[in-house]
């Protein structure tokens, strides 16, 4: 397994492995701090492509003020440990925050219309003008044919969709399931800041999920009654809600009522760690 720390190496990397036209490139965009999350990506990758490229980037421009940049779980030692030894990862990106930002830096894109404004973008108003921009430009460097994304951050793998079709990449996106906790909470590199404590109470977000979703199954349509009663569910614990909504998942616009296939996404604090989980639940009304 190849890592390089520098783009104008990983262009010269890319430019080879694009010389066989056989080859097939899939990317793994992440922030480090590797859990099976993570790998399932990667597994997924690799049943479909010969050339897996994984890139570990803290992408400083998608925290806010306030939040967690500095504090960002980094283990680069074991991260790299890991990724060689699943032997499937060809490449690890690992670029400098100093190369990709440096002090003249002057580019974003983001997208202009309400997705990236709803849902997490409520509290997180500049974070998804950073994920666009940061992922834009690992495609630009990778210029990979197909890109794996989690469910986990399924408002980030829906505007990033929007973005690689805007902008007319010939890129394949591939949304891959939540990998989850024994106790269903998922696996996020945020849950080590809980403590043992809000580790017990972290799960009532999916357990509340789920309470909406039998609902949706038992025939309910009014969304506001089944956001009622995951807020309610939630309220149960010490967590803070930050959203519960019911969203399109093809362009997140609320429901205003049940139908087809719609996205329960939610958002709460346990103590001072942000926890995001969502879930897709298909119905056979199509009005
Ligand atoms: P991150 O390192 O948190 O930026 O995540 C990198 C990629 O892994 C993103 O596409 C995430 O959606 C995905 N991911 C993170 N956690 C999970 C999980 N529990 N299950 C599936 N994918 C995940």
Do not use: W
């Not at 580019?107 to 950073?130: A, D, W």
């Not at 994920?131 to 630009?140: D, G, M, R, S």
């Not at 956001?227 to 616009?253: C, F, H, M, S």
């Amino acid at each position: 397994m190849k890592i390089i720390n520098n783009i104008s190496n990983m262009h010269d990397y890319i430019d080879k492995i694009k010389r066989n036209k056989k080859n097939i490139i899939g990317f793994i965009p992440t922030m480090g701090a590797l859990h099976d999350g993570h790998l399932s990506l990667i597994h997924t990758a690799a049943k479909d492509c010969n050339k897996i490229i994984v890139s570990i980037f803290v992408n400083p421009i998608q925290f806010g003020p306030g939040e967690d940049y500095n504090k960002y779980p980094r283990d680069i030692k074991k991260d790299t440990k890991l990724l060689c030894s699943i032997k499937k990862v060809n490449c690890v990106f690992i670029p400098d925050v100093n190369e990709m930002y440096p002090p003249d830096y002057a580019t974003y894109v983001q997208l202009e219309n309400e997705m990236p404004k709803v849902l997490c973008g409520i509290s997180r108003p500049t974070h998804f003008k950073g994920v666009t921009t940061v992922v834009c430009k690992l495609l630009n460097i990778v210029k990979p044919d197909k890109l794996y994304l989690g469910q986990k951050d399924m408002q980030q793998a829906i505007i990033l969709k929007k973005m690689i079709k805007d902008l007319n990449y010939k890129i394949d996106v591939i949304i891959c399931p939540i990998i989850r906790e024994k106790d269903g909470l998922a696996m996020s590199s945020r849950n080590i800041y809980l403590t043992p404590d809000e580790r017990n109470i972290a799960p009532i977000l999916r357990k509340a999920l789920q309470i909406g979703e039998s609902m949706i199954e038992l025939g309910e349509k009014d969304p506001q009654v089944i956001i009622k009663e995951i807020k309610r569910k939630i309220k149960e614990t010490d967590a803070i809600i930050d959203y519960v909504e019911i969203v399109d998942p093809e362009t997140l616009l609320k429901k205003e009522r049940i139908s087809g296939k719609v996205l329960i996404a939610a958002a709460i604090f346990v103590g001072n760690t942000r926890l995001i989980d969502n879930t897709i639940v298909e119905t056979k009304d199509v009005h």
